[in-house]
């Protein structure tokens, strides 16, 4: 008899930094992917020191390492879409931004993850703008609140900020120029998180060069979480490698995000986890 040969999942190539508690970084990535049926390619861009409170310490990753990952892989196995966290190094957007280069035509999902630049000082500044120089013209999707958004388009010093759009304090102003550079710079579509803000709800919209395409609601759910961004970042580079039109992709993104954080849990002192697997663990049977 001929023997069946499952379907292979969508690769999806994540760039991102090693974060072992499993909140944020690759884990998150890893743990979102293959929860909505992907098959993740984690490339290590840096190690962080962190437990569920704080980030303490950076060490970037080589870039020639960072390339031998991403080339190995790539040269292997077709990916059906790129999300990009947090880099690590100059060196590293660099190196990133010319692998990227060479597939014009697979989406690419950014959620910058510049908390963690926040230890890297001048450095994390200048991170920041190689990014919106090299990364943002080929972006398909980026994923940010307003202080990285004003950060990456140099128009509001978010030094100050907390842990990304997890925490963070209301919105800063010259979030209207904000959005207006990073689209001129190139970005296809930012989904702008509410996140950190106040209110009964939280209110994400999707802002393409043609204005708001999407705006949704979801209700503000208590405590704070520990890779939301990370997460939703994810979620949405796998619902475009499924090959979902992009606002379906966000809508269902958010909706995966929606769920895994009302159903997070707090196994350390700090922040709650999202629970990416929450559909298999019997918590409701909600769909997604």
Known sequence: MPID???TPPAVLCFAAGDATAGGGLAADVLTLASMGCHPLP??????LRDTRNVDEVWPTEAEVVVSQARAVLEDIPVAAFKLGFCGSVDNVLAIAEILS???EVPLVVEPALYAAGDLGEVGDELAAVLAELILPQTTLLVAGAHELCRLAGVADAADMDEGDEGAPDA???CD????RLLDRGAEYILFTR???HGPQVVNSLIGHEGVVRTDAWPRLPGRF???GATLAAAAAAALAHGMALPEAVREAQEFTQQALRHAYRPGMGRALPDRFFWARGKGGDDV
């Open 5 to 7: 040969i499952p379907d």
């Open 43 to 48: 490339v290590q861009t840096a190690a962080l």
């Open 102 to 104: 060479d597939y014009p």
């Open 172 to 174: 800063a102003p010259g």
């Open 177 to 180: 120029e904000a959005l207006s």
């Open 195 to 197: 996140g950190g803000e």
């Open 226 to 228: 520990l890779g939301a």
